[in-house]
């Protein structure tokens, strides 16, 4: 997790009121006016592939508004609904790398002072493409490519870093990879070596006529000596990378051009970032028996990446919560975002568009 702290010591708030207040007199008893230096603090929770990309956009956002200090903090993206959900902080954006996440669990949950779903619309703004991230001393890294890259990461001398499938969607979309290379390929013998004897608890998958289904354990924990490498969100595993531990992570292609790491782009049909192939996305399907959320079963299933932002109902600073979205959707936005490697949509699509602030409206068009 990378952390901006939402929280300022009592002592310092009580400090800087009390200079405002002192400041205040003194400029009323010189005969000017009062300046406020009070700013609205703007909670954006979001996930991790975003930190870098959303730290340009927070800075260009405070340089355009002083009077909002956005405050952000960065998770697993199934962690982003949990402190919404679970931990009820007062967030007043949430942007996840799976916008399916929203519907599935925001607008099925309900705020539990007022009865509201959490959420009742989000906007799908940005896609990506997964990929393998590794350096310049990885093993075989001179051997890997587009068609072996699945038999060469199962090697048992091989350190393959992926995030836990439970917390970030990378990690479920790397059991997903799998899935769909074999597919592609139709070799059926590719997620086996890889994935089996790795945990304590089997992650099974069963192949179907028309879809094909991996189970994740309530409890995932590598066995010793695995090469399998798990953490909680996919940039946690950028620093193994970078310090020799891991010789490959899967990871967003955004992640791995921000961080400058030699990057295996995978098929398209292996990628999940392709309009033109969403029908075969379609067949995978990840269950996860692990019941973060008690009223709802998570289950994944394939499609283009998309990700997607709302304010939940419950968000302290709903206005200034729209103003940052519309940054973000903004061309500065679109320029910033891109500038980091992080491809935006085209077109904007809400869901819920009826239920948006009408100042989103006007970036957006109704989903079909």
């Not at 059926?188 to 998958?205: A, C, E, H, K, N």
């Not at 309009?275 to 994944?300: G, I, S």
């Amino acid at each position: 997790m990378m952390k901006k702290s939402f929280a300022i010591p009592l002592v310092l708030s009580m400090l800087a009121l009390a200079l405002g207040s002192c400041n205040g007199q003194q400029a009323e008893a010189e005969g000017g006016s009062p300046t406020s230096v009070e700013k609205t603090p703007l909670s954006v929770l979001a996930a991790g592939s975003l930190i870098i990309p959303f730290g340009h956009i927070e800075q260009a956002f405070e340089a355009k508004y002083p009077n909002i200090d956005v405050q952000a903090e960065y998770h697993g993206s199934i962690q982003v609904m949990r402190h919404v959900m679970e931990l009820h902080e007062p967030i007043d954006v949430v942007a996840t790398a799976d916008a399916s996440l929203i519907p599935m669990l925001m607008y099925a949950s309900k705020v539990p002072e007022t009865g509201q779903p959490y959420a009742d619309w989000y906007i799908r703004f940005a896609s990506n493409h997964l990929a393998l991230a590794y350096n310049a001393d990885s093993k075989y890294g001179d051997e890997i490519n587009a068609e072996n890259w699945a038999e060469v990461i199962a090697r048992p001398d091989v350190k393959i870093g992926i995030a836990d499938p439970r917390f970030d969607a990378s990690g479920y979309r790397a059991l997903m990879a799998f899935a769909l290379t074999e597919m592609a390929n139709k070799n059926y013998g590719l997620f086996s070596p890889m994935f089996d004897g790795q945990f304590s608890f089997r992650v099974t998958i069963f192949r179907g006529d028309d879809l094909t289904t991996i189970t994740v354990p309530e409890v995932l924990e590598t066995k010793p000596n695995s090469h399998v490498v798990l953490r909680g969100a996919s940039v946690q595993l950028i620093a193994l990378l970078e310090s020799g531990d891991l010789d490959y992570a899967f990871e967003y292609e955004s992640v791995i051009r921000q961080h400058g790491l030699k990057m295996l782009s995978l098929p398209a049909e292996v990628n999940l970032g392709e309009q033109d192939f969403e029908d075969l996305y379609k067949q995978v399907q990840v269950n996860l028996d692990f019941r973060r959320f008690a009223t709802v079963k998570p289950q994944f299933r394939g499609e283009r990446i998309g990700y997607g932002v709302t304010t939940p109902a419950n968000a302290p600073h709903p206005a200034e919560a729209a103003q940052f979205i519309a940054f973000l959707l903004s061309s500065e936005g679109r320029g910033s975002m891109e500038a980091d490697h992080h491809p935006m949509f085209e077109t904007f699509i809400a869901d819920g568009y009826e239920n948006l602030p009408s100042s989103l409206q006007s970036l957006t068009v109704p989903m079909e």
